[in-house]
């Protein structure tokens, strides 16, 4: 299988390794197409965003790695940006003047706590138990609808290419349930997203962190969501949202078994500055 995988973050954000790092691996498994997507930089402070001053250097690195290596691989640039209304979004003004070939829209933050601390959703167990009691007044389901609600308000007013690892909210399930999966209204919940995805036409990432880094036993989405994907047509690309180098296409063939098993049998990459059809 010729792999692709555009979702990776380097040294610029909470990744490991140099840019070039990750095409001389990339090139080392023949690899012939690959994104770049460090998490785009927040106005508060957060750990592990790249920070804006970083901003034109990171987009004139790729530039320089692209003329580099032209002829041995095709690089695009792009970044992971939060949605956070009226804070950051796959549309900010700073994001749209870097000219990227594709973003990526995820939703990390849901509201904020009492005291104003952003509430970071894929944070610790006990951060997202808290957010449970101080912001959703006890009721879990609160929590999960207003997960979800973001992003289809992403995209639907923003419009990212990719959108990042749908059911990631779902790693706070282990060791102990916090809420069903596969209760009626948090299907329906995703369902909704899945026809924002169907009518703009946004591609939906098959996310193998999950699975290699031991959160979960599925990749983000599991594998219901991307059978019902299926049903809609949905475009999906295979992406191991790499913070290491070694870690470009890290358990791919356990999502492309899953793709086969639900019914598709072709992924997208990005070629030539395009987004194409490739057999699985």
Known sequence: MNWSNYHGHSHYCDGKGELEDYVK???EIGMKTMGFSTHAPLPFKCLWTMNKEDLPTYRAEITRLQEKYK??????????????????SPNHKIIKQLNLDYTIGSVHFIDNFPDGTPFEA????????DAIDQIFSGDEKKLVRRY??????????????ILGHLDKIKIHNSPEMLFDENAPWYRDEVMQV?????????IMEI??????????????PSAWIVKEAKKKNIRVTINSDAHHPREITVCFDIAA???????YRETFRLWNGDWEAIAL
């Not at 894929?122 to 138990?129: A, N, P, T």
């Not at 995805?197 to 946004?202: C, E, H, K, M």
């Open 194 to 202: 899945l026809e924002i995805l169907a009518d703009r036409n946004i």
């Open 25 to 27: 691996a990339a090139l």
């Open 122 to 129: 894929d944070g610790s167990r006990q951060i997202f138990v």
């Open 148 to 161: 979800y609600a973001l992003m289809r308000e992403m995209l639907t007013d923003t419009n990212p290419t």
């Open 207 to 220: 996310n193998t962190r999950g699975i290699y880094k031991k959160k979960c036993d599925a990749t983000y």
């Open 257 to 263: 078994d899953m793709l086969r098993e639900v019914g």
């Open 71 to 88: 002829g041995q691989i095709q690089l695009y640039a792009s970044l992971e940006v939060d949605y956070i209304p009226e804070v950051m």
